[in-house]
C-alpha cells in the first residue's frame, strides 16, 4: 500500500485517470453481465437524452461497481476518488444530452 501525496499534482492525474479506467470496466462489464445489466438497464430506458438521463442510476448499480475502483484505495486517497467520481458523473451529462452538439477534438480521445 502506498499511499500518494494528496497535494501533487500526479496523484490528481492518477486520480482522473484511475476513475475513468475503473469507470472503462464497470460500464461496459454492466452491458456485458447479466446482474450488471438489470441494474444498468433503467439507464438505457429512456427516449430522450437528457441531464435524466445521464443521472439515472439504479441503486443498486453501486453493490456491483465497487470491486472495480477497489485497487485504487492501494494508492489514491479517498478524497481524490470522491471528487473524480463526481466528475465523471457530470461529464456523462455532455455524453448524453441533445444540447451539447459536439465536445470538439476531445471526440476522439
Known amino acids: 500500500i502506498h499511499a500518494l501525496p494528496w497535494d501533487y499534482t500526479a496523484t490528481w492525474v492518477c486520480a482522473a485517470l484511475g476513475i475513468d479506467f475503473c469507470y472503462y470496466w464497470v460500464h ?13 438497464q433503467v439507464h438505457h ?8 438521463t445521464a443521472l439515472r442510476q439504479s441503486a443498486f448499480q453501486t453493490f456491483g461497481s465497487w470491486p472495480f475502483y477497489l485497487p485504487m484505495a492501494f494508492f489514491i ?24 452538439k459536439s465536445i470538439g477534438p476531445l471526440e476522439y480521445v
Not at 461496459?28 to 444498468?40: C, D, F, P, T, V
Not at 486517497?77 to 451539447?100: D, G, S
Open 28 to 40: 461496459r462489464a454492466a452491458h456485458e453481465i447479466n446482474l450488471l445489466w438489470a441494474a444498468h
Open 45 to 52: 430506458s429512456s427516449e430522450d437524452y437528457n441531464l435524466t
Open 77 to 100: 486517497p479517498p478524497t481524490h476518488a470522491i471528487v473524480h467520481k463526481q466528475l465523471n458523473l457530470l461529464y456523462q451529462f455532455w455524453i448524453h444530452t441533445e444540447v451539447v
